[in-house]
């Protein structure tokens, strides 16, 4: 039988609860967190954690699941307004952004531990899921409202799009400084409308 979260959906805004382990997780690392220490920083029992989830890995899996759940909600609303496609791709790039500013801990957590996330190959579907897929849309919407030219490889061209969001907003966070959308967006839009439209 398949143990349901403590959570059933993955809800748009994170819950305290969520923030909660992210922030546990963030601060002693994966390795160095044990249940007992989920169990004190939530107020859930221990008992209830193991009925709920298998492990801490399972309790990871579901924090960066509900993230990039997030972020595809977040994107997929964005692209899909309307408007211009260089438009709408501004405003993906400033969901992203909102996203990860307001689950902090999660994408620390995340960047810490790529490489465990990568061996869950759903996270790495949501990735694709979340961000790729809306962004190669808004490619070919681009060239053909005059937006931006025809991209010859739009799956790495998306990809370098993610980058140039998230490597910034990741540098802020793992400094442990607040991440400011705003101000991270424009020159991170600049930087992919440049790349886009060309010398």
Request: net charge positive; charged share 25%.
């Amino acid at each position: 039988m398949r143990k349901v979260p403590l959570v059933r959906t993955l809800p748009t805004a994170i819950s305290s609860r969520e923030a909660v382990i992210a922030e546990t997780f963030a601060a002693r690392g994966f390795e160095d967190t044990r249940m007992e220490d989920l169990a004190e920083a939530t107020g859930v029992p221990k008992a209830t954690l193991y009925y709920h989830f298998a492990g801490k890995e399972e309790i990871l899996a579901w924090l960066l699941r509900s993230t990039l759940a997030a972020m595809s909600e977040a994107v997929t609303e964005a692209a899909a307004r309307p408007g211009t496609a260089r438009r709408r791709l501004e405003a993906v790039v400033r969901a992203q952004l909102r996203v990860m500013a307001d689950r902090p801990a999660a994408c620390r957590i995340l960047i810490a531990d790529l490489g465990r996330a990568a061996r869950m190959p759903d996270l790495a579907d949501g990735v694709g899921r979340a961000f790729h897929a809306p962004v190669l849309e808004l490619l070919a919407d681009g060239a053909a409202d005059g937006s931006w030219r025809r991209i010859k490889d739009p799956t790495t061209t998306a990809s370098s799009i993610f980058g140039a969001v998230v490597i910034p907003a990741l540098e802020r966070l793992v400094a442990g400084g607040p991440l400011e959308p705003d101000r991270i967006a424009q020159p991170v839009i600049r930087f992919i409308l440049t790349g886009l439209t060309g010398p």
